[in-house]
């Protein structure tokens, strides 16, 4: 058994100070006491200057209610007692307070431990999700991953990041909802459901034609290239290009969204409807960071048999807003018919690559040493450096899909562990 693979990805978050808003609660430790009724006052690893209202300590954590009065940042303690209060004891004060339900405590825990500011209308709004249906776990991580992103809290968000946790390989929902239509009759389906069906067989037979031989590099990169086309990942994007064009975007997210306006047929829609959450998921956690780009993706493949690869690359931007490939970390996670679930982790720093593998087939290390050579000489090609690469055994699962979910929510910045 290995420890949580945490670190995977260094979040770069825009400036605290800049986001924080009237009415919402934060976690904090006051730093030094100034003058005139000023502190100095670090959150989320920031460090403000903030007017305080009410007697503290330097060197102490309070939790905080923000008001902002033109340029100035108001921090009042929420605790009565002159003594720091916990982290356990502000959630349940705030719980009592404002009449949540206790199993809204260790949401509000997650987030005074991460210093993430929240108000008392999303955590009533957050209340309404994390009980609205009997998995628990998973709207509890789609909440964590809300905040910790800083994300709208609104309810498409928060479908959207429920759909992004499924299990289910994308491949396999595409199919079902392709199968869905082929037995439908063609002359009830609308010219949206026909066009959706046409993209999702086309999308079908690129995959099935796909023969990796020894152009298997190149072939994988103009694959992943076209399925984030025809998946319609950069809809919005292209949205806002085009927005003076009457162009039309032949991409599999604007036919989902048409092909859901034209259908009447409840399980048709619901098929739809997990589709359109899951991609856009996938697109909220790409949101870009300050100088750091993230992309979150999940892409159907065939190795053998169809599956998804799960693919989260994070790279740093140059000064002239070009990514920067030879400064840059990617997470690989995929099920394989033999080698069944496995995640690879390359780091790459100044065009020199560190690669770890994590995997419960004993036999891997062997095999990699033998394969080890050969990669170096395919990067060296490309102008990079092969390092290490480490073969670890996967985390002991507690359920279906562990290493999936250590995978998932250590790149949001979650607690999977509920």
């Known amino acids: 058994m290995i420890p949580r693979i945490d670190g995977l990805m260094e979040q770069r978050w825009p400036a605290v100070a800049s986001t924080l808003q009237n009415g919402q609660v934060v976690y904090g430790k006051v730093e030094k006491i100034g003058a005139n009724g000023m502190a100095f006052v670090r959150i989320g690893g920031e460090l403000m200057e903030a007017e305080i209202q009410t007697p503290l300590q330097a060197g102490q954590f309070y939790s905080f209610q923000v008001t902002k009065k033109e340029d100035t940042i108001v921090l009042k303690r929420l605790a009565s007692e002159r003594n720091e209060a916990t982290i356990e004891q502000t959630a349940t004060q705030l719980v009592n307070k404002w009449r949540l339900s206790r199993e809204m405590e260790p949401l509000l825990r997650f987030l005074l431990q991460k210093q993430l500011p929240f108000t008392k209308a999303e955590a009533v709004q957050a209340e309404k999700w994390l009980l609205a249906t009997p998995e628990k776990d998973v709207n509890f991580r789609a909440l964590q991953m809300m905040f910790t992103n800083r994300l709208p809290v609104t309810e498409t968000v928060f479908f959207a990041l ?29 010219e949206g459901q026909q066009l959706l069906l046409h993209e999702l067989e086309r999308m079908s037979h690129f995959l099935l034609d796909d023969k990796g031989g020894n152009e298997l590099p190149q072939l994988v990169a103009k694959h992943m290239k076209s399925l984030v086309k025809s998946l319609g990942l950069e809809y919005e994007a292209s949205i806002a290009k085009n927005a003076q064009t009457s162009q039309t975007l032949e991409s599999l997210k604007p036919l989902l969204l048409r092909a859901k306006q034209e259908t009447n047929d409840e399980t048709l829609t619901k098929q739809i409807d997990t589709l359109i959450h899951r991609l856009t998921g996938q697109q909220l956690l790409s949101h870009e960071q300050g100088p750091i780009q993230p992309l979150v993706i999940q892409l159907p493949f065939l190795f053998g048999e169809q599956t998804d690869v799960t693919i989260h690359w994070q790279t740093r931007k140059k000064q002239t807003g070009e990514l920067d490939p030879h400064y840059c970390r990617l997470l690989f996670y995929l099920q394989l018919p033999t080698l069944k679930e496995i995640a690879l982790d390359v780091r790459i720093q100044h065009s020199v690559v560190h690669v770890s593998i994590w995997n419960d087939m004993p036999q891997l290390e062997h095999f990699v040493a033998l394969m080890q050579p050969l990669l170096k000489e395919r990067l060296a090609s490309f102008g990079y450096t092969l390092s290490t690469v480490k073969v670890n055994r996967a985390p002991e699962k507690r359920g279906r899909d562990e290493l999936f979910l250590r995978v998932l929510n250590n790149y949001s910045g979650v607690d999977y562990r509920i």
């Open 162 to 190: 429920k759909a992004v946790q499924s299990p289910e390989p994308l491949a396999a929902q595409l199919l079902h909802l392709q199968r869905s239509l082929q037995m439908s009759p063609k002359q009830s389906l609308s």
